[in-house]
Structure formats: C-alpha cells, structure tokens
C-alpha cells in the first residue's frame, strides 16, 4: 500500500470522528455524560483534519528550517562518517597495541591503560549505531511514520490519540534535531574547550548555492575556486572548489549536489583562477548579508567583472580594465576596445582559429596551470584607434585537473584534534555526555509537542 492510503485513511478516520460526534449530539438522549462525547468529538475530528490538511507542508519545510539554523542532512553525513571513522580507526590501533602488549611479558599495567579507551571506543561505536537507527527511521522512513501517527491521531474517542501525537511529534522535532545536532555538539565542545579546531568551530559553518558570472552575466566553467578568511592580518585558504559547465560551485571530492560550504561567523575572500589567471570575485569579501535564502536553499552569485569570456575547454578572455567588449556570434568571438589597458586571450594548443586584429599589438606568450599547457596572446591597442580581435572557437577535448581540493566541512569537523592526552574525556564528553543532553532537549520538546497536539500525559505512548 503506498503512502495515499494511508493520507486517505486518515481523512476518513477524521470525517468519521465528525459524523459520530454530530450522531451523539443529535440524539434525543437526556444523559449529559453521554452527550458530552458528541461535541468532543467534533472539536476532535476539526483538530485532526487542520493537522492532516497542514503536515505536508510543514514536514516539506522542515529541511529549509533546518538550514536556516545552519545545519543540513549533508552536515549530519558528514559529522557522522567522521565521527563513525574515528571510532573505528582508533579501536583498530588499541587493539594492535593491545595484541602486541600481550605478548610481552610483566606489561599489564601497560595493558591496562588501554582498556578504558576500548571501553569508551565501544560507547561510541554502539551510540553511534543508536543515532543511525534513529537516522533511519527519521530520514528513510519518515514520511511513513507520519502518516501512521496521522492514522492513529484521527480514530474516534483518542483510542490511539497520544500515539499519534508522539509518532507526528517525533518525526517533526527529530527532523530538524538531527540536522542540527552537528552545530549543537561542535558549539557545546567548543565552551568546554574539548574541541580545539579553533579554525573551524570559531568561523562557524552554512551550505550555499553559488554561481560564478562573467562581466556579461555568462556563467564560468572549469574554473577553480578559492575561499580565504582573514586570520592575524593575512588571508588563509580554507577550501578549494570547482565550477561546472553552469558556472555552479560545487565540491568534486565529495559530490555535494551544487552546495558548497563557506563560514557562517566570518567574511570569506573568494578567488577563482583559470589557466593561471587569478581573478577576484565579487562581492569582496563575502559576508552572510550577501547571501540569500530563497525558501529552499541559501543562495549567491559571485561576478568577475575582468573576464569577458570562458569556456569548458579553457579558453579564457580578460582584461585589466573596463574599456572592452565581447560579442559572440555562433562560435566565433568578436573583441574591440580602444585604451591603453590589455586584453590576454589564453588557450589550449588547437582551441581557436582563424584569429585575426587591427589597430593593436600582439604579444606571445606560452603558459602551465594544473599540468595544462597553452598559449597566451595579449592585445594592446594602439595610441587613439579601435582595437578589434576576431577568432574561430574550435572543440577541443575535455581535460581534467590536476588540483587537489579541500572542502571546508570536511575541515570544520575534522576530529583530529580529539588525539590528545585527555582521549577518553574527550570521546566520552563529545559522544556520549552531550549527545545524551541533546536526545534529552529533543525528547522533551517531542513530549512538549504531543501534549500540545492533544496527546496523553504518559510520556510513553500507548494504543489501546
């Protein structure tokens, strides 16, 4: 049975609570504790109709929510394969240490330090695999669940009505909880001066749509994309990115769909680069006011207003002012301007034909960027005349980079500073004393959230 019939079932249960209450108000019965159930039931089936009729849109905005609080289900993957590969890779080398100690006679004291670490690796591992069942039924099996409690919220005389209530309550608070809960932990960690990675936890984190335009508003493609902050004075790379064939940020180590992820407490200086040409992309630097959130996503566009023209097979056109302009017809490219500034076209060996130019000096030159190689030809116009540059694109074939990216998550949650004297504290307070703080948060606004939705007052459910 798919998921309409159980959305069905539930209006019918509610259209059902309506005619039976209507029934009981309208029978001639003069007993009051009988009559008492029809107007109940009737406020009953209007309550439940109101949630049925509202909780697809509110279950389908509850991802938007949750990136506004600045976490995402991408953020949760992350934290949780870092947490997850932690916890293994350090139980592996006690355990090594562990077979080797024994076999070395009088070194039990030795031995016995390790203990305390497997045991609070254990912990982790087994509250980890607890977060993922509670993934599981949140992320996989949600929408399912809700309708269930939507079923059981709608049976007349709330035989099953704090049930309900919980099921739809646990769904909508374990939705957002989740994708928060990395920011929680990361934040928490932070006061307690558990978790050092001052670079990451100081700057905070978001995930944003970008798309890098030219001067004419065409996107770039292939091109490398590099994000700064300013640290004591100087600008520090935090992560390398990519643009694909739309010009669309995005991360080719981890494949994040076309969301990048950019500090969220601090100002980020992007660069792009394109056959060794760096190029500022504005707005300069990037503060969290130029971005917006358009319902679904955080969204920006980055504009590089000296590059006229770029495309897949790194062919690049720009310039150091603004006095030129690029026309493109079909696949030939038209540039004329008249100053003293430069324009430089850069090319792979076999990219371009046909070129020609009047009224400017040319000069050669030949370039190497990312184990690419082409040649660079750059305009000057001369003293008071109009410079045109005319030349043929041709197809030429897709190279890769050789660049090695470095996505900024990856670093804000990087948990290699946990390796420290203070170990077991530290896996015990990040994985298990925290999280059991925040399940507790989560659970007792799911308690909260049922009682308001009409449930029982037994925190654990019941259908009778």
Do not use: H
Not at 192 to 207: E, F, V
Not at 319 to 324: A, D, Q, V
């Amino acid at each position: 049975m798919n998921s309409n019939f159980y959305y069905i079932l539930a209006i019918n249960l509610s259209l059902l609570t309506f005619y039976i209450g209507a029934l009981i108000y309208a029978l001639p019965i003069p007993d009051k504790y009988f009559k008492r159930f029809g107007p109940q039931l009737i406020k009953d089936s209007i309550l439940s109709f109101i949630i049925i009729l509202s909780i697809s849109f509110i279950y389908s905005y509850l991802d938007n929510l949750a990136l506004s609080l600045g976490g995402s289900w991408q953020y949760f993957n992350l934290w949780f394969a870092n947490s997850l590969s932690f916890g293994i890779s350090i139980k592996e080398i006690v355990l090594v240490f562990s077979s080797l100690f024994s076999q070395i006679p009088l070194v039990s004291q030795v031995r016995s330090l390790l203990s305390p670490i497997n045991d609070a690796l254990n912990a982790q591992i087994i509250f980890l695999a607890a977060i993922y069942a509670i993934y599981y039924m949140v992320k996989i099996m949600g929408n399912f669940i809700l309708l269930i409690g939507l079923v059981l919220y709608s049976i007349p005389f709330r035989l099953s009505r704090d049930a309900g209530a919980w099921f739809i309550s646990f769904i909508l608070v374990f939705s957002i909880g989740l994708q928060v809960m990395p920011v929680f932990l990361v934040n928490f960690a932070q006061s307690s001066n558990s978790y050092t990675n001052n670079q990451g936890i100081d700057m905070g984190l978001t995930y944003v749509n970008a798309r890098v335009l030219d001067e004419n508003n065409e996107p770039i493609p292939g091109s490398l994309i590099y994000v700064y902050v300013n640290q004591n004075n100087s600008l520090n790379q935090i992560a390398l990115y990519k643009t694909n064939d739309l010009g669309i940020v995005y991360s080719p180590d981890y494949n994040y769909d076309s969301l990048i992820s950019l500090p969220s407490q601090v100002s980020s200086y992007i660069w792009g680069e394109e056959d060794g040409v760096a190029y500022k992309l504005f707005p300069y630097p990037l503060d969290s006011s130029d971005i917006s959130f358009n319902g679904t996503i955080n969204q920006v566009t980055l504009y590089a207003p000296n590059i006229l023209y770029v495309n897949k097979y790194y062919t690049i056109v720009f310039t150091n002012g603004n006095s030129f302009k690029l026309n493109q017809i079909g696949n030939k490219i038209l540039i004329y301007g008249n100053s003293s500034n430069y324009v430089e076209i850069r090319f792979l060996k076999g990219c371009i034909a046909n070129l020609s130019y009047v009224n400017a000096t040319l000069t050669r030159s030949s370039w190497s960027w990312e184990k690419l190689n082409g040649l660079s030809y750059r305009f000057v116009p001369l003293e008071n005349e109009n410079a045109l540059i005319t030349f043929q694109l041709n197809l030429c074939k897709s190279e890769n980079l050789s660049a090695k990216y470095d996505d900024y998550a990856m670093n804000y949650l990087s948990l290699n500073n946990l390796l420290s004297p203070s170990l077991i504290e530290n896996i015990i307070l990040y994985y298990l004393t925290v999280p059991l703080i925040y399940f507790s948060l989560l659970v007792s606004i799911t308690y909260g959230l049922s009682r308001l939705l009409g449930g029982r007052r037994g925190i654990i459910p019941r259908v009778i």
